[in-house]
Structure formats: structure tokens, C-alpha cells
């Protein structure tokens, strides 16, 4: 993004606040409802019109905001931390949190001669996709709602959190309490006692392990291919997480969680469920952007 576009000064509150423009439409609200029932309580605090949290970048610990100002059409970015040198690499993150570098001329235009598609359009336009904003964090987020609702994962990771004991500290807004922990802390954490299964336990361990390992890599500069043979070469990773975590958490927009619950109840008929075939064979008609169908086909 241009540099013209980011304006550096200091709100009320003494943190800096950047600008981010985008183009319209782009509803906000609508991200900010996919994002409150996934909101780790600790770590995010969501609002009608507001996302906050906390984060680490290197040995720099802060915490964000993310308020929309429609009149003149850019996300207000309020960040709070010691060292400004993590402020390009938040910005362009949260930029890509938002998905407002996306140009949905071509993904619009095919998806409204979709019949089904279209129903999930909101006034001919796809909904942006929510990506998170910290990897690993969301992977496991992803190993935890494996077969389970949202609002169940949410709660055990934030358990996870939680148990971590990683505090954020006094001068943090009030809710912003901890940070999530990452690979090499998780590794020492005992798991138990907070209603995560044995398997469940052992592939979140896995798993941290193998990115310390570097047996994959949770980096979006790799083709799809390369990301499903070695995330999918761990126990315990299945078809559905990988495509779930290549979709929100590095934002590959041609992946497809085929056998996620949502996409099989848009595509059932008078009762009759898709096979994976049927499912995939519809699901050819909407390359390369079979990320932002699966989110059309849950709003339908």
C-alpha cells in the first residue's frame, strides 16, 4: 500500500493512530458479526463497531484498535506499544485481517450469474474474508473446532489463554488481559484439566512441534499444494483443517473445506446430502475463488 496512505500521529490516548483507506462497498458491521462469536475473551474484545487485542511481535508486546469511519472511507487503526517499528507490519496485517486489498471486479461479476452464490451476495457484492491475524493462533483454533460449534472452540482456546498465564499488564485497556501463546510456549503447557481431549491435546502439540520443526510452514508465499501435503503429513490433520486454515488463516482464496457442515447443508436437496464428488464437481464452477464461495454458501 502506498506510503501517502498511512497517517502517523497520536490520538487522546497517546497511542498512534494509522488510517487505512479501502474502497465501498465494504461492510464492517458485517465482519465485526463473523468476528464477535469467535472473540477470545482476554485476547479480543468485539463490538458493534469496534475489534480490539492484544499481540506480540518479537519481543514487542501491544494492543490495537479497529474502528470504521464511513463518512471518509477508512479503518482507524489506534495501536498502543512501546516501539514503533511494529507499526508497518500491524497495518499491513490488519489490512489483510479486513481483506481491503481484494478486487472483487471478477469474483462479483461471476458469482452473480451464480443462482446459488448469488443468495449470499449482500446488494451484488461477495462478503470480504475475515483472516486472522495471527497464524498459529488460528490454527489452533482450527484443531480445536474440529467437530465441535464455534462457541465451544472459543471458549477452550480462550482456556488455553488463559492457562498460559501470559499478562498483559496494567497499562492495557481493561479486557486485553493476556496474550495467546506461541508454538515453543505451548509446547511446555499442560493441557489438562480444561476440557480439551487427549487427541485433540496431542495434535496441538503436534503441530507445534512441527512448525518449530519446520515440517510446514504457515506463510501465504506457497502454493496450496504444498501447504495441504505437508500440514496434512501431521496426525491429526484432516481434509477440513487444512483447508480451513489456508482459507482464514493465510488467506488462500481457492481453498475449499469441502466437507464443512455449512457447505454441506447449502448444497443439500429435498433432504438428500452432496457426496464429495457432487460437492467438488460444483465447486469447480467456482475457481479460483472457492474461499469466497464457501463464505456466500454460508450466508445462504
Given at each position: 500500500?502506498?506510503e501517502?496512505?498511512i497517517i502517523?500521529k497520536?490520538s487522546e490516548?497517546?497511542?498512534?493512530k494509522l488510517?487505512l483507506?479501502?474502497k465501498?462497498p465494504?461492510?464492517?458491521?458485517?465482519m465485526?458479526?463473523?468476528?464477535?462469536?469467535?472473540a477470545?475473551?482476554?485476547?479480543?474484545?468485539?463490538?458493534?463497531?469496534s475489534?480490539a487485542r492484544t499481540?506480540?511481535?518479537?519481543?514487542t508486546?501491544?494492543?490495537?484498535f479497529?474502528r470504521?469511519n464511513?463518512?471518509q472511507?477508512v479503518l482507524?487503526l489506534?495501536?498502543?506499544?512501546q516501539?514503533?517499528?511494529c507499526?508497518m507490519?500491524?497495518?499491513n496485517r490488519v489490512r489483510k485481517?479486513?481483506?481491503l486489498?481484494?478486487?472483487?471486479?471478477n469474483i462479483n461479476q461471476?458469482f452473480?450469474?451464480d443462482k446459488?452464490?448469488?443468495?449470499?451476495?449482500e446488494n451484488?457484492?461477495?462478503?470480504?474474508?475475515?483472516?486472522a491475524?495471527e497464524?498459529?493462533?488460528?490454527?489452533v483454533?482450527?484443531?480445536?473446532?474440529?467437530?465441535?460449534s464455534v462457541k465451544?472452540?472459543t471458549t477452550?482456546a480462550?482456556?488455553?489463554?488463559?492457562?498460559?498465564q501470559?499478562?498483559s499488564g496494567n497499562?492495557?485497556p481493561?479486557?486485553?488481559?493476556?496474550?495467546?501463546?506461541?508454538?515453543?510456549?505451548l509446547?511446555?503447557l499442560?493441557l489438562?484439566?480444561?476440557?480439551?481431549?487427549?487427541?485433540?491435546?496431542e495434535?496441538?502439540?503436534?503441530?507445534?512441534?512441527?512448525i518449530?520443526?519446520?515440517?510446514?510452514?504457515?506463510t501465504?508465499?506457497?502454493?496450496?499444494?504444498?501447504?495441504?501435503?505437508?500440514?496434512?503429513?501431521?496426525?491429526g490433520?484432516?481434509?477440513w483443517?487444512?483447508n480451513y486454515?489456508a482459507?482464514?488463516g493465510l488467506g488462500?482464496?481457492?481453498s475449499?473445506?469441502?466437507?464443512?457442515l455449512?457447505i454441506?447443508?447449502?448444497?443439500?436437496?429435498?433432504?438428500?446430502?452432496?457426496?464429495?464428488k457432487q460437492?467438488?464437481?460444483v465447486?469447480?464452477?467456482?475457481?479460483?475463488?472457492r474461499?469466497?464461495?464457501?463464505?456466500?454458501?454460508?450466508?445462504?
Open positions: 500500500m502506498a501517502k496512505e502517523n497520536k490516548s497517546n497511542n498512534t488510517i483507506k479501502y465501498n465494504f461492510n464492517f458491521r458485517q465485526l458479526d463473523f468476528m464477535k462469536p469467535r477470545m475473551d482476554g485476547l479480543e474484545i468485539v463490538t458493534d463497531n475489534y499481540f506480540r511481535i518479537d519481543k508486546k501491544g494492543f490495537f479497529v470504521n464511513s463518512m472511507s482507524e489506534e495501536i498502543g506499544c516501539d514503533i517499528k507499526h507490519q500491524i497495518h485481517m479486513f481483506d486489498d481484494t478486487d472483487f471486479t461471476k452473480l450469474k446459488l452464490l448469488s443468495k449470499g451476495m451484488g457484492h461477495v462478503p470480504r474474508l475475515p483472516i491475524f497464524s498459529f493462533e488460528f490454527v483454533r482450527a484443531i480445536l473446532g474440529q467437530q465441535i465451544a472452540a477452550l480462550a482456556r488455553i489463554a488463559r492457562k498460559a501470559l499478562k497499562d492495557f481493561s479486557g486485553l488481559d493476556c496474550f495467546f501463546p506461541d508454538p515453543s510456549e509446547l511446555e499442560e489438562g484439566g480444561i476440557g480439551i481431549t487427549k487427541t485433540r491435546q495434535t496441538i502439540k503436534t503441530v507445534a512441534r512441527g518449530l520443526d519446520k515440517d510446514f510452514r504457515l501465504a508465499n506457497q502454493d496450496f499444494e504444498t501447504f495441504q501435503k505437508d500440514f496434512s503429513a501431521l496426525k490433520i484432516g481434509d483443517t487444512v486454515v482459507m482464514r488462500m482464496i481457492d475449499f473445506p469441502f466437507s464443512d455449512g454441506i447443508k447449502s448444497l443439500t436437496k429435498n433432504g438428500v446430502k452432496p457426496t464429495k460437492t467438488m464437481t465447486a469447480e464452477n467456482w475457481r479460483p475463488y474461499a469466497y464461495a464457501t463464505l456466500c454458501l454460508w450466508n445462504t
